[in-house]
């Protein structure tokens, strides 16, 4: 039955099945009218006279867009037409756009949301120790400072303190990929010196128009008249503008669907705009912190050579966002009780189907059965017979490129599970010992936990 299969397969892959079936999801339309067409010229060959003219009015319409294609090997003789250059906007993190599923680069399956750097920028970010603890512990003093006085007296429950971690981790993440992307000299020559050279010929017409006794600020402020910015009214007013503007912020620096919580949103909304950006602006507009950074910036003198190794370098915030050191919360469902519970297994189940993802959590399932199955001391030959077919089915499901099921694993897991798959069955009895299927259930148990748990409970 294994080999009969395998043919199957084969001679499925040799006709290309796999392609026209992706082409008739593409263009249904096109090839009803194409497969209409066909019938009916077999059916009624007796007519075939009168179904030459649908055939030459479908060939003249191919024939057409050929010509006016731009990019057509046919001539095209009629005039040019030129597509227009649209400005592809930069992506919102600089590592392309693979899929977390299948590992695309352009994956038209699943969800944007589902983006792997859309949903997890931390991933592949390594920052120095020292700085990660740094980071750390301003958001914990954030956290300290603002949050528990009042949070305490609710609740000693982790789990609402936890998403607002994840939310900083993602945050903070968001703006380190974005501040690589900033082309700085660029910056600083364009807006930088430009506000510098306005806000210097303001100070100094009022500085001229100043009189004994009068203030040089009040002078310089009406100045600048309508050209004020509206944040330097009053402190309220410089408050609303930075509540105004992280609102503004969130789509672009915060997780999908973080702000669908509005009363998590406005928690976020206060604690950056008031503990966060407000102090930071202050520190910036310091007379002192500005006479430093010119100071910094005209030095020539070279750094002083340092005299201690640097820190190894660590995942960016994952020792402060890691909330399984932590007591487990009420507040937020774990996979295995998604999966004891029938009614919570049904939702999810339909959850995954929305995101295109339900092959993940069948992969989970065929690799518990599968590993329950191989551990067997004593396997027949019927045995190792259907357990290779499995092993190929899971292959050519999960594994190959071609597949819609496409999972992404690393080149080892691939590789391994592959010669087994392609070898005789006997070999099957190997996966006892080799840690591919083990390895490759573990990712996906890490992406159902991680990444579509969290979903489904939001």
Known sequence: MAGVWTHLEVLRRALKMDSVRETGRQYPVSCCLLLGLASLTVLLNRYL??????????????????MLGPESLLPNFIFTVKQRNKRREPGLFPLGHSCTVCGKVKCRRHRTALLLENFQPWLDLKVRSKVDALV?????????????????DITQDEGCLDEVRMIFRFFASVLIRRAQKVDVPAVFMDRVMKTVMKHIEI??????????????????????????????QSRKDELLYLRKLTEMLFPFLLPPKATDCRSLALLLREVMAGSVVLPTMDFMADPDTVNLMV??????????????????????????????????????LELKDIREQQDLLFRFINFL??????????????????????????????????????VVHIYHTYCLDESFDKIRFDSFITEDIRSIAEGPYSDVVKLQTMRCLFEAYEHVLSLLEKVFTPMFCH
């Open 136 to 152: 750390a512990e301003v958001f914990k003093l954030v956290l300290e400072k603002f949050v528990y006085p009042w949070y305490r």
């Open 49 to 66: 006279h009168i179904l030459m003219m649908f055939w030459s009015l479908l060939a003249g319409a191919m024939a057409f867009y050929c």
């Open 203 to 232: 100070m100094a017409n009022a500085r001229v128009k100043v009189g004994n006794g009068e203030s040089l600020e009040k002078a310089a402020l009406e100045e600048y008249g309508s050209d004020l910015h509206v944040a330097l």
């Open 295 to 332: 100071l910094i910036f005209v030095d020539q003198t070279p750094p002083e050579e340092a005299t201690e190794a640097p820190s190894p370098l660590v995942p960016f915030l994952h020792r402060y966002a890691d909330a399984s050191a932590r007591k487990p919360s009420v507040l937020k």
């Open 353 to 390: 189907k929305q995101e295109g993802a339900v092959h993940v959590l069948q992969f989970c399932l065929a690799a518990e059965e599968f590993n329950d199955k191989i551990l067997s001391p004593e396997l027949s030959d019927s045995e190792l017979q259907r357990l290779h077919g499995e």
